[in-house]
C-alpha cells in the first residue's frame, strides 16, 4: 500500500486548532493576571473604605474606654468577607469582630496596607484620637477565590470564543477548499480532443493560473495527437495503392503460374490481405476521433461482405445497428483476423439492445485464452493501458466503441474468446439513414 498524502484541510485545522488555542491561552494568563491585580487593587480600596466607615462609628471615651457608635455593631455585621480589630495604645485587642483573631494581626501597630504572616491583608488606620488604631483584614484565600471567580469566567470565555473560531475556520477551510474538488471532477471529465469536453470554468482567482495550465496542457495533447493521426493517416493512404497493386499482380500470378507454385502464391495473397486489412484498420483508427457518420446497419450484409473464409459465420440480430459503417467494419475486421489466428472454425456475431445500449458481442470456438490474461486484458481496456498489453484488433475495437459512447468488454464464455462492444443506440447531432 502507497504511503497516503497529507491533506492540505487536515493540515490547515489542525494548525487553526493550534493557533486559536495558543491564542485562547495566552488571552487567558493575560486575563488572570489583569484581572489579579485589579481585584487586589479593588479589594485593598474596600478595605481602606471599610476602616474609615468604621473608624468614624467607633467612639473613643474617657479613660480609654471604647464603645462602638449607635449603628457600628451593625455596620460591622454586614462585612462578611472582612474582619476588623481595635487596637490600644500598647498594641493590645480592645474590641474585634467575630471573624477576628484574639491577637493582633499585626504584632505592632502598622499603618497602610500590609501582609500578616497568618493571611491576612491588613489595612491599618490611626483613629481621631492618636492613641487607638483600628485594623481591617481579609483573607488572602477569599481574595484569590474572588479572582479565580472572575478570572474563571473569563478564560472560560475565551477558550470557547477560541473554540468556536476553530470550529468555523475548519467549516470555512472546507468551504474554500471546495474549488479544488470541483477543480478535480471538472479535470476527471476534460477531453480536449474531439468530440471535445471543456474544463468548467474556475471559480476562484487563485485557480485561474492552474485552469490556464492545464487547458494549454489540453491543447498541447490535441496537437501533438492530431499530427501523428495526420502522419498515420497519410501513411496508411500512400501504403493502400500499392497494396492493391501487389494483391492484382499476386491474383495474376497464381492463376498463370504452375501447379506447384500456387499454394504459395495463395499464402502470399493472403499475408498481403491481412496487410491490407492492417493499413484499413490504421485509416480507420486515426479517423475515430473525428466526426461520426452513423447508418442503420444490417449487420448480416455487412459480415457478408466482409473476408472471413474459412470461418462460418452465425449472425443474431435483433434489427439493426446504429453506428459508423467504417469504424465497425473495421473493428469486426480485425475481431475476425484474431479468431482466424486462434483457431477457430465458427464465429457467432450477435447484437440486441439493452438498457437503451446497443451490445455487439463476436464469440468464436477457437482457442481461447486463460482467465488470468482475460482479467489482465480487461484491466488494461478498462485504464486504456494498450501499449505492450494487446495487439491492435482489440484495442482498435475499443477505440471505435468508445467512439460511439461505450466501451470494450471480454465477457467469461464457456468455449473460445468472446468480444463484446457496447454503442450508444443514438448520438446528438447525427441523422440515421438506412443503408441499402
Known sequence: ????????????????????????????????????????????????????????????????????????????????????????????????????????????????????????????????????????????GERREAALEIAGSAIGSALLIALGSAWWLRRRVRRELQPLAALSQSLARYEPLPPAVPLDPPTRRELLPVHDAIQALGARLAQRVANERAFSGHAAHALRTPLAGIDMQLAVAEREAPPALQPRLSRVREAAARLSR????????????????????????????????????????????????????????????????????????????????????????????????????????????????MGLGLMLADLIARAHGGALALPVVAQGFAAEMSLAAELPGTQASTQA
Open 278 to 389: 492492417v493499413v484499413a484498420a490504421l485509416l480507420a483508427l486515426f479517423r475515430s476521433g473525428a466526426e461520426l457518420q452513423i447508418e442503420r446497419i444490417d449487420l448480416a450484409a455487412l459480415l457478408a461482405r466482409l473476408p472471413h473464409e474459412p470461418l462460418r459465420l452465425a449472425v443474431t440480430t435483433e434489427g439493426p445497428v446504429l453506428a459508423d459503417v467504417d469504424l465497425l467494419s473495421a473493428a469486426l475486421i480485425n475481431l475476425i483476423d484474431n479468431a482466424l489466428r486462434h483457431g477457430a472454425s465458427t464465429l457467432q456475431v450477435s447484437a440486441w439492445l439493452e438498457g437503451g445500449v446497443q451490445r455487439l458481442r463476436v464469440q468464436d470456438d477457437g482457442r481461447g485464452i486463460e482467465e488470468a490474461r482475460r482479467k489482465e486484458l480487461e484491466q488494461a481496456l478498462a485504464s486504456q493501458a494498450y501499449e505492450g498489453r
Open 1 to 140: 500500500m502507497g504511503q497516503s498524502l497529507p491533506s492540505i484541510r487536515s493540515r490547515l485545522t489542525r494548525l487553526l486548532v493550534v493557533v486559536a488555542c495558543a491564542w485562547g491561552v495566552a488571552v487567558s494568563l493575560a486575563v488572570w493576571l489583569a484581572v489579579s491585580e485589579e481585584v487586589d487593587e479593588l479589594l485593598d480600596e474596600t478595605l481602606q473604605a471599610s476602616a474609615e466607615v468604621l473608624g468614624r462609628l467607633l467612639v473613643v471615651g474617657e479613660g480609654a474606654a471604647v464603645v462602638p457608635a449607635v449603628g457600628a455593631t451593625e455596620a460591622a455585621a454586614g462585612q462578611e468577607h472582612f474582619a476588623w480589630q481595635l487596637l490600644g495604645p500598647q498594641g493590645g485587642v480592645l474590641l474585634r469582630s467575630a471573624r477576628a483573631p484574639a491577637q493582633a494581626f499585626l504584632p505592632l501597630p502598622v499603618l497602610g496596607f500590609a501582609d500578616a504572616p497568618s493571611g491576612w491583608r491588613v489595612y491599618g488606620l490611626r483613629l481621631a484620637d492618636g492613641a487607638h488604631t483600628l485594623y481591617v483584614a481579609q483573607t488572602r
